[in-house]
């Protein structure tokens, strides 16, 4: 028998009890039960199905209630004490929002948005405040001109001021739909982050090696560049 007839045999062997080997430490890895991989990936598994439970029975913080609520209550104020009420309401929402924005990373840019329009809120109580001194300084002076017998001119002082008060209840109108607006473009552009991130974590899970395959990897390759085929362990 030529020298290239026995390297093949010996090599064909080898080949055979690698083989066996495999098959054997397969067998023997079922038969331990679930490795270390499926454990851990069992574990992540129902790690998330419990935050999705969680997550859905939670109910989801409505940030954009405090500035319409804020613009409801100073719309409807009609003396500088209500007013005043509107914007400190406006004020502990802003510190409430503020704390919630610590905890809640995730709606971070939702909550600033709200607490933007409430400082906006709070300034608009104080020009409102100025508007209804305005006013009572008119209303006086067309009671005096009325108590001077110069009703042209109290009419015409009357006119103005209505005309003045149906345009600031025109403005405050006007702040409560921008609340409207503003808290349903926040809640449009929190959904579409919020998939983003999903999509964004899938992918991350899609295209991460597992750590099985890179255990296999690593075997392969150590098995190649040994000699014969053969892994030395005590390398």
Do not use: C
């Not at 039960?33 to 935050?51: C, I, N, S, V, W």
């Not at 905890?103 to 971070?108: L, V």
């Not at 933007?116 to 005096?144: F, I, P, T, Y």
Request: net charge positive; proline share 3%; aromatic share 2%.
């Amino acid at each position: 028998m030529s020298n290239m007839q026995v390297n093949s045999a010996a090599s064909g062997a080898s080949s055979r009890q690698a083989q066996s080997a495999s098959a054997a430490q397969t067998k023997e890895r079922k038969d331990s039960g679930p490795d270390l991989y499926e454990m851990m990936r069992d574990a992540r598994e129902k790690a998330q199905a419990t935050r999705d439970q969680f997550n859905a029975a939670k109910p989801k913080p409505r940030y954009g209630d405090a500035p319409m609520e804020a613009y409801a209550r100073l719309a409807r104020a009609r003396r500088p004490s209500e007013v005043n009420a509107a914007a400190g309401f406006a004020r502990r929402q802003i510190a409430r929002l503020k704390a919630a924005k610590q905890t809640d990373p995730d709606n971070a840019k939702r909550i600033q948005a709200a607490i933007n329009q409430l400082q906006k809120a709070v300034q608009r109580a104080g020009k409102k405040n100025r508007e209804l001194d305005r006013e009572k300084l008119a209303q006086d002076r067309q009671k005096k001109l009325l108590q001077e017998k110069k009703s042209r001119e109290a009419r015409r002082q009357k006119q103005e001021l209505l005309r003045k008060q149906a345009m600031r209840r025109i403005r405050e109108s006007g702040y409560l739909r921008e609340a409207e607006v503003d808290n349903r473009m926040q809640a449009q552009i929190a959904a579409v982050d919020m998939e983003l991130r999903e999509q964004a974590q899938k992918l991350g899970a899609s295209i991460q090696p597992s750590m099985e395959t890179v255990a296999q990897q690593y075997a392969a390759a150590t098995a190649e560049a040994a000699p014969g085929g053969e892994v030395d362990v005590q390398a």
